[in-house]
């Protein structure tokens, strides 16, 4: 079954290809067409979810061409006299310093998204947005835990894993107002909704940030540092909450049928496909946390017994 997963969810490049632009196609034609077969739209819907996670694990065969164009980069006239300024040369060389100005950015777009989805509730008087707004709050208050722990010492090892079992109850806790909300949107049968363009350009949003999280939670786990990967897991729940949202607004907008139950049913798979993945994510950084913080003494002492 291991084996068949792992060959499932990562095709071989050319399949990658042909199955993505099929996916992503299919799902398009539907609001394009404007198609009311419900079985086409069902299957749509399911091509396109496997296609992003195609996608984003086909991202792998690009790994080569991607190390030689940042080799280049590093490499040039450009990049070699700016890092004659220490703080230049320590973002490309230090991976902590580098998280700690990645949080900083991170936590100032996610003001900005609160502030959008706090105006967008004001303006539209929709509850949906005010609530997401707060959980986003809450995230942006996780981000601001982590970025004031974020220079701790990579042998302090204990600290960090408190940070990131902090990190994973409140994610545990978190996701049960997230539940909430997708029960009242599915409940209602209401959701999101973006006005004019505004749609496209958080869907870009969206499959960005989910893309670049995912890479980063990867990328993360050969610095064996707890902080660190509390601060891309948090990346990944918030795209992953974003992702939910644009469901929402893209069923409210392009779902012209009136077909209410397709739309409960779309909500409720990729509302409860999101909080799975939160409630999972944060067990496993609890077990692993406490399991570690048991070690006491032994994790400063050995490195290893972080893994």
């Known amino acids: 079954m291991k084996k068949f997963l792992r060959n499932f969810f990562n095709p071989p490049p050319i399949p990658t ?31 396109s979810a496997y ?10 065969y690009l790994k080569p061409a ?8 590093a490499e ?14 320590r973002y490309f060389s230090d991976p902590h310093f580098r998280t700690r100005v990645s949080l900083f950015a991170a936590l100032a777009i996610n003001l900005c998204y609160i502030i959008l989805k706090l105006s967008a509730g004001i303006i ?26 974020s220079d701790s010492p990579q042998e302090n090892l204990i ?15 978190m996701n049960q107002a997230l539940a909430g909300i997708v029960i009242f949107i599915v409940y209602r049968n209401q959701g999101f909704s973006y006005s004019g363009n505004l749609i496209y350009a958080m869907a870009f949003y969206s499959f960005y940030a989910v893309i670049t999280a995912a890479i980063s939670v990867v990328k993360t786990r050969k610095h064996n540092s707890p902080v660190m990967s509390a601060a891309k897991a948090v990346a990944l729940v918030a795209a992953m909450v974003s992702i939910l949202s644009l469901t929402t607004a893209m069923l409210s907008r392009f779902d ?15 509302g409860g496909g999101v909080c799975t993945i939160v409630t999972v994510m944060a067990v496993y950084m609890i077990v692993r946390a406490q399991r570690n913080l048991r070690q006491g003494a032994g994790i400063g002492k050995n490195t290893d017994a972080a893994t």
């Open 17 to 47: 290809v042909i199955l993505a632009i099929v996916g992503f196609g299919a799902v398009l034609a539907v609001p394009i067409f404007k198609i009311d077969n419900q079985a086409y739209r069902y299957t749509a819907y399911l091509l």
């Open 76 to 89: 040039s006239k450009t990049v070699k006299k700016l890092r004659t300024r220490a703080e230049i040369d």
């Open 66 to 73: 991607i190390s030689r164009l940042k080799r280049r980069i």
């Open 159 to 173: 600290a960090q894993f408190r940070i990131y079992r902090l990190c994973g109850i409140m994610l545990l806790v």
């Open 124 to 149: 539209y008087r929709s509850a949906w947005f005010c609530a997401l707004a707060v959980y986003y709050i809450l995230l942006a208050a996780m981000r601001l835990v982590i970025v004031k722990y």
């Open 51 to 60: 296609a992003l996670v195609i996608t984003v694990t086909g991202l792998r």
């Open 256 to 270: 012209e049928s009136g077909d209410t139950e397709f739309r409960r049913i779309m909500t409720a798979s990729v």
